[in-house]
């Protein structure tokens, strides 16, 4: 179900899209301003952006993405570039305002939709707060040197492979939760695993190119390529389970 259906009349629909645009010009203007729209936030939109095209996203559903973007920004800066002013107040207000049509359409697809875009949108917060210095891996090498009692070098080889494998499971998930969220947006399951897959790698992208720019963090192609693994298998797994669904 496309997200304009039920909204409500067509100058409804266009205030409520440019009161999600909103949010994300302001948020966009102030990172700019503070030398902080990084490589990174810019492959993330992009990725949403192509990942909402490849569903036949309308302009609407543009800016819902757009407004997922300011809301991933607002926690990847969080406290902010400095403490928000009226400017960014505004940012939120509209914000709050204009993402009512996303809630409605959760609604009107049931009670399984609402759960999937909270996790949906969990997930990609927890990129947001982890692809910096708090997803160090120095407490995980800790643990297993002075919990599990391993020699540093073996600490470390548990932490790469601890970290790896969730590395693929995670992405695999998110993509398995944005192919639910695709599928109700279009039948067409080619479409769906195109919405899926870009979506997470955006998020990939933005988490290595983060990496990239923290100390003491390494942002990698390898990983990315990791990640990408764990979408295919994750979304192979989906794309048997749709065909045996629709074979009965």
Same mark, same amino acid.
């Given at each position: 179900?496309?997200l304009?259906?039920?909204?409500?009349?067509?100058?409804?629909?266009?205030l409520?899209?440019?009161?999600?645009?909103?949010?994300?010009?302001?948020?966009?203007?102030?990172?700019?301003?503070?030398?902080?729209?990084?490589? !990174? +936030?810019?492959?993330?939109?992009?990725?949403? =952006?192509?990942a #909402?095209?490849?569903?036949?996203?309308?302009?609407?559903?543009?800016?819902c993405?757009?407004?997922?973007?300011?809301?991933?920004?607002?926690?990847?800066?969080?406290? !902010?570039?400095?403490?928000?002013?009226?400017?960014?107040?505004?940012? =939120?207000?509209?914000?709050?305002v204009?993402?009512?049509?996303?809630v409605?359409?959760?609604?009107?697809? !049931?009670?399984?939709?609402?759960?999937?875009?909270?996790?949906? =949108?969990?997930?990609?917060?927890?990129?947001?707060?982890?692809?910096?210095?708090?997803?160090s891996?120095?407490?995980? #090498?800790?643990?297993?040197?002075d919990?599990?009692?391993?020699?540093?070098g073996? *600490?470390?080889?548990?932490?790469?492979?601890?970290?790896?494998?969730?590395?693929?499971a995670?992405?695999g998930?998110?993509?398995?939760?944005?192919? *639910?969220?695709?599928?109700?947006l279009?039948f067409?399951?080619?479409?769906?695993m195109?919405?899926?897959? +870009?979506?997470?790698l955006?998020h990939?992208? +933005?988490?290595?190119?983060?990496q990239?720019?923290?100390p003491?963090?390494t !942002?990698? +192609?390898?990983?990315? #390529?990791?990640?990408?693994?764990?979408?295919a298998?994750?979304?192979?797994?989906?794309?048997?389970?749709?065909?045996?669904?629709?074979?009965r």
């Open positions: 179900m496309p304009d259906s039920g909204v409500g009349s067509r100058s409804v629909r266009q409520t899209t440019i009161l999600l645009f909103g949010p994300w010009l302001i948020i966009s203007w102030r990172l700019l301003e503070a030398g902080r729209f990084t490589l !990174g +936030f810019a492959a993330l939109c992009a990725g949403l =952006l192509i #909402v095209l490849s569903v036949g996203g309308n302009l609407l559903g543009i800016g993405a757009a407004w997922y973007a300011s809301v991933f920004a607002l926690s990847w800066q969080a406290p !902010g570039p400095r403490p928000l002013n009226p400017i960014d107040h505004g940012a =939120l207000i509209l914000g709050t204009g993402s009512y049509v996303l409605q359409w959760c609604y009107r697809q !049931g009670r399984s939709t609402v759960v999937i875009a909270a996790l949906l =949108l969990a997930l990609g917060l927890i990129i947001s707060r982890l692809s910096g210095e708090a997803g891996p120095g407490w995980m #090498v800790e643990f297993f040197r919990t599990m009692g391993m020699s540093e073996s *600490a470390l080889i548990a932490t790469v492979v601890v970290r790896k494998a969730v590395h693929f995670f992405y998930i998110m993509a398995l939760l944005a192919a *639910a969220i695709g599928s109700r279009t067409d399951i080619r479409r769906t195109a919405f899926a897959t +870009f979506w997470t955006a990939a992208a +933005f988490d290595e190119l983060r990239n720019q923290t003491n963090r !942002g990698t +192609f390898v990983d990315v #390529v990791l990640d990408l693994m764990g979408v298998f994750a979304l192979l797994l989906w794309y048997r389970h749709q065909n045996r669904a629709t074979s």
